[in-house]
């Protein structure tokens, strides 16, 4: 069995914990699959508009007669034929999210946290608290653990000093355990997790 390395806040190695034997299995690509292009899908904003003959304004009248100008019979400069007419099958205002059941979710969060594992860009700490809500501490502590660029730091709960102390971090973000999804995991280069946040999302007791 694996182990990973678990750090304090100062960088300093205060044990090891013994990985599940699943966690060193392949990644499961299908289910990440599915749950990113779920994600995807929520995050597309559904706003383009092309207008329909009914919403063209203007063609209240027939453009000329019907019979005798030897031009093609028309009825309205609304027609889709026309330019400045209304659009055929258009796109409308739409919503393109969709559900996937919550058991696939779950899986796909654990596989994603698999693959940073399996990759080595997974760190493991003991907690984190800060005194004062003061960016110089949090940045401390970060360059101490290695996790400077590019890194997602989940927490079973995010304290407010350390959440205030964050803000300004930048390529920096810290979550808690129950608002985290496998895309957020995917979309950091490094993932910094405590260590019950990790027992809690792995199921490792």
Known sequence: MSKLSIYDTKGKEIGKLTLDESLSRKVNSKV???AVN???????????????????????KKPWRQKGTGRARSGSIRNPLWTGGGV????????????IPRKVKRIALVEAIKSKIQKDNCILFDSISIDKP??????????KLGIEKGCLMVVENVEDNVKMASRNIRDFSIRCRKNINAMDVLEHDKLAISEEAFKNLTGKT
């Not at 055929?88 to 559900?99: A, K, L, N, Q």
């Not at 003061?134 to 360059?143: G, L, R, V, W």
Request: no cysteine; charged share 30%; hydrophobic share 25%.
């Open 32 to 34: 990440l699959y599915q």
């Open 38 to 60: 779920n994600y995807l899908a929520s995050r597309h904003r559904g706003t383009h508009k092309a207008k329909k003959r009914r919403e063209v304004r203007g063609g209240g």
């Open 88 to 99: 055929i099958f258009g796109p409308v205002v739409r919503s393109y999210s969709y559900t």
């Open 134 to 143: 003061k960016t110089k501490e949090m940045t401390s502590i970060i360059k």
